[in-house]
């Protein structure tokens, strides 16, 4: 089951960073085993929370490239946090530029079927499905989601989109877990209900994730 992980963790890198070949500056690798404080948002991401538990913090001191806080399961579900920016000054992402943004995000994900970087993947649709980030949507009204089924191989994942604006940065959640394990549905919406309520419990000064 994890080489689909893998496999799903290197698609979703693709909708992020694309093709671009410009050299990265140095990227700083932080503990996985304890909590992780975000200087941009104030957040702290947990060890664990759920059935999910962290594998990845990095930095980049890029802006666009930003943070990557990435969780995992032994059941082959996967969670991906990024927090990044535009452009390499940071400037706030603006309303018009973050649904510009959200809009591309998703034709990235449905063309990813059509490009050779990794010959298991079969298949990517766009489903409507009832999202747990729905009640969330008055409390952060920047909010925007999406959900995809991915053929990979023999097997079937949903990816989970949601993206929303905090602090002047994009927030981006992907979570992938196996179509056939009704279980792992389940722990994806406890897992992004603990996340959302991390956002929405911090005070936002500017492109607000959260009303009080």
Known sequence: MKIFTFIVVALISLTVF??????LPAVSNLPKDAPYLDEVTGVEFPACTGFFCK????????P??????RYANERGSCADVYIYSLNTVADPVA????????AETKENI?????KPE?????????????????????????????TFLFGIAEDEYYSE???????????KIRI???SDIPEEAENAKEFLNALLSLFHNKTVDHNGCCTH
């Not at 666009?64 to 806080?69: A, E, I, R």
């Not at 309303?95 to 510009?100: P, T």
């Not at 449905?110 to 059509?114: E, G, H, P, T, Y």
């Not at 989109?161 to 927030?171: D, Q, S, Y």
Request: with cysteine; charged share 25%.
């Open 176 to 178: 992938s877990y196996p």
């Open 110 to 114: 449905l063309s990813l079927a059509s």
């Open 18 to 23: 694309g093709t671009e070949k410009t050299a």
């Open 95 to 102: 309303e018009k530029e973050f649904e510009a943004h959200f």
């Open 64 to 69: 666009v490239f930003g943070t990557l806080v």
């Open 55 to 62: 594998e990845i913090v990095k930095k980049n001191p890029n």
């Open 161 to 171: 989109l949601h993206m929303f604006l905090c602090k002047g940065r994009i927030i």
């Open 118 to 146: 990794d010959g298991h993947l079969k298949s990517v649709s766009e489903k409507t499905m009832k999202s747990p980030a729905n009640e969330w949507m008055e409390k952060i009204p920047s909010l925007r989601q999406a």
